[in-house]
Nanobody
Framework: QVQLVESGGRLVQAGGSLRLSCAAS????????MGWFRQAPGKERAFVAG????????YYADSVKGRFTISRDNAKNTVYLQMNSLKPEDTAVYYC????????????????WGQGTQVTVSS
């Protein structure tokens, strides 16, 4: 079992930056591949970024490439999402998730989810 708790979401102006954190419980955190997803009102949950357990690979949605960076600290059981050059269209609830296997961009392959943190970008 893994429990995930996100933090760091808030209201920010366009062009600003935020860093989201996701703290995980459990002693096997490093064995999980982690992902960030977001869901805007009226839209489906969408992949944002992913990172493998061994930190060897990272993945990004085209819409955030060059602006967002995913990272993790396995010693602290935490995964981060650094978001720069934020745009109003980045407004959403952001979720972190953990998976053992499967396709990194498919929500259904993730086994554990956090409760989400709201990011609002004003124009």
């Amino acid at each position: 079992q893994v429990q995930l708790v996100e933090s760091g979401g808030r209201l920010v102006q366009a062009g600003g930056s935020l860093r989201l954190s996701c703290a995980a419980s459990g002693r096997t955190f490093s064995s999980y591949h982690m992902g960030w997803f977001r869901q805007a009102p009226g839209k489906e949950r969408a992949f944002v970024a992913g990172i493998t357990g061994s930190l060897t690979n990272t993945y990004y949605a085209d819409s955030v490439k060059g602006r967002f960076t995913i990272s993790r600290d396995n010693a602290k059981n935490t995964v981060y999402l650094q978001m720069n050059s934020l745009k109003p269209e980045d407004t959403a609830v952001y979720y972190c998730a953990a998976r053992n296997s499967g396709t990194y961009y498919k929500p259904e392959t993730y086994d554990y989810w956090g409760q989400g943190t709201q990011v609002t970008v004003s124009s």
